[in-house]
């Protein structure tokens, strides 16, 4: 079990568009299960590889809640295939901007295609919490946070504040 550091707002590598898996082999497995651990002790229901400082288009899901039997989904170089024209509306968070949530419009429902953690192809069409989720996690891949979709004002705000606490924990130069 791996947990590896989390990306945080307003570090430049969040806006990166990740480049495909080519190979998915033991070493994509293993970094896969450390992404799950890494978003199981965040905790979260969600994670997108550039959040652990890796531009690869890979992302996990486990939208299991407390008390079920976990439901992890690896997802390798998911394509979207189509976007309903309906849509809806969820509060979102994010592991790299903690602590902040806001109501996102996304569409209804997604098809998705993308593949497992053995290089199979998997066709989905989801909607509710998994199409929210799938999209936030698949706009990590293109550079996109959460916050883009709210107004300038609001994420101006959360940019400042984030750029602040990013200052304060930089470590001090003493000169000496």
């Known amino acids: 079990m791996t947990i590896k550091p989390l990306i945080i707002l307003p570090d430049p590598l969040l806006r990166e568009v990740s480049k495909p898996v080519e190979r998915i ?22 994670l997108a590889a550039i959040q652990v400082g890796e531009p690869l288009r890979m992302l996990v899901i486990d939208l299991a809640k407390e008390g079920e039997e976990p439901a992890p989904r690896i997802v390798i ?33 997604v098809r998705v295609k993308y593949l497992d953690e ?47 606490l990013a200052k304060d924990r930089a470590p001090s130069r003493m000169v000496g």
């Open 25 to 46: 082999d033991d070493a994509t497995r293993r970094f896969a299960r450390d992404m799950l651990d890494t978003m199981y002790d965040a905790p979260g229901i969600g």
């Open 118 to 164: 053995h290089g199979k192809e998997h066709e989905i069409e989801a909607d509710g919490l998994l199409a929210t989720c799938l999209q936030h996690e698949i706009d990590h891949l293109d550079g996109v946070l959460f916050i883009d979709y709210i107004s300038k004002l609001k994420r101006d705000m959360v940019l400042r504040k984030f750029k602040k």
């Open 77 to 109: 170089n998911p394509q979207v295939l189509s976007r309903s024209d309906d849509s809806s509306v969820y509060e979102e968070g994010c592991l790299s901007i903690p602590d902040y949530y806001a109501e996102v419009e996304r569409p209804a429902t």
